[in-house]
């Protein structure tokens, strides 16, 4: 019961903190047209984020790490990040005849996603 508590708090963290990202994007950028950046920003530094805090804890692996660790990872990564969101927006680009910007959205999250989380990785290790 206190695991599920501490992911919980995470993730209302990480989900509060994506919504003031929407937020403060909207306010400085205005409203996104074409390329979703609010989304794609919060999956990019969430993806550096898991990195780091993955190496952190593959370094010091102990059982008294285990609750930070849902904290961060499960539950403020969790909450921060959004794949069923940059799949709608993926699948609203195509139905707006924006497939370049789709393909580009997709290839760009996926790539830099996984090359941050290995750089933050391994920068950390």
């Known amino acids: 019961m206190k ?15 994506r919504y003031l990202v929407s937020l403060a994007y909207t306010k400085f950028q205005g ?14 530094v969430g993806c550096m984020l898991i990195g780091l805090f993955m190496a952190h804890f593959t370094k010091h ?3 008294e ?4 660790k849902f904290f961060l990872v499960t ?9 069923s969101t940059f799949s709608f927006e993926s699948f609203q680009l195509i139905q707006n005849q ?8 997709v290839l760009a999250s996926v790539i830099l996603g996984v090359t ?8 950390y290790k």
């Open 31 to 44: 409203t996104p047209q074409g390329f979703p950046y609010p989304t794609f920003i919060v999956n990019i």
């Open 98 to 105: 924006q497939s370049t910007t789709a393909i580009i959205y």
């Open 116 to 123: 941050l989380t290995f750089v933050s990785y391994s920068l």
């Open 75 to 83: 539950g403020i990564c969790g909450g921060f990040t959004t794949f």
């Open 65 to 68: 790490n285990e609750p930070l």
């Open 61 to 63: 692996q102990t059982i």
């Open 3 to 17: 695991n599920i508590l501490i992911v919980g708090f995470g993730g209302a963290i990480g989900s509060i903190a």
